[in-house]
């Protein structure tokens, strides 16, 4: 399985995640605002299945929205359906060569010590992230074979720092650590697999959808290449 993110991607993640987190996000004038706060957004761009049975499903992502009407916080972000299905519906009809192909959100934490021993970089368990992709891929975009799932971390670091992009894989994720400015940034991705089961005796179909239990390759060779030129 390859995730592929398409250069002009990146600057709409990277731009949302640190302008949640640095930003002081308010309701209204008056009302008391927070920083530090999760964000949303959908990626779009086409799947391509495998050709062989060695071969491999790519998910290719040419572009990305950002929720703005979704509730933001500091633990969690809920996205609205309503608005999701706004966007599928327009996009499908004015932009045809565009399908939903994945979510994006962000994990904001104050410290590169927070992140490692936590684990920042990962899925926020069973009841949480992982459940949250199985059900919206069922729900919102079941003819989809595949959908990638990005998580943006985003840590605080006490001075200017740089490093060697590198990356990191795990049983059922891959990602890309990076250094821009003050932040470092855990770029990672999961997927989602939804299957049709059909009942013949009973005569029903419904989708099920499952977290990709398998290695995962995430390419963004723009993004690393940018780094390194510009740090």
């Not at 919102?140 to 990638?148: C, F, G, K, M, W």
Request: glycine content about 6%.
């Amino acid at each position: 399985m390859r995730v592929v993110i398409e250069d002009h991607v990146m600057p709409v993640l990277m731009s949302a995640a640190i302008e949640a987190y640095d930003i002081v996000h308010k309701a209204t004038e008056r009302s008391k605002g927070k920083k530090k706060i999760e964000t949303y957004g959908l990626l779009w761009g086409y799947v391509v299945p495998a050709k062989s049975e060695d071969g491999e499903n790519k998910v290719v992502v040419t572009s990305a929205t950002i929720e703005t009407s979704a509730i933001r916080h500091e633990n969690y972000v809920q996205p609205d359906i309503e608005s999701i299905e706004t966007k599928k519906a327009l996009i499908q009809q004015y932009w045809p060569h565009l399908e939903l192909v994945g979510t994006f959100h962000s994990h904001p934490y104050d410290s590169l010590d927070e992140v490692n021993d936590i684990r920042g970089w990962e899925a926020s368990g069973e009841d949480g992230d992982l459940s949250y992709w199985t059900n919206f891929h069922e729900h919102i975009a079941p003819e989809q074979p595949v959908l990638a799932h990005l998580i943006l971390t985003v840590a605080q670091l006490q001075k200017m720092g740089w490093a060697l992009p590198d990356s990191f894989q795990g049983r059922n994720y891959s990602g890309f650590r990076i250094s821009a400015g003050t932040k470092k940034l855990w770029l990672n991705t999961y997927v989602s697999v939804c299957d049709l089961i059909e009942d013949e005796v009973e005569e029903t179909e419904e989708y099920q959808s499952y977290i990709y239990d398998d290695k995962i390759k995430l390419d963004s060779p723009a993004l690393l290449r940018r780094i390194l030129e510009n740090s």
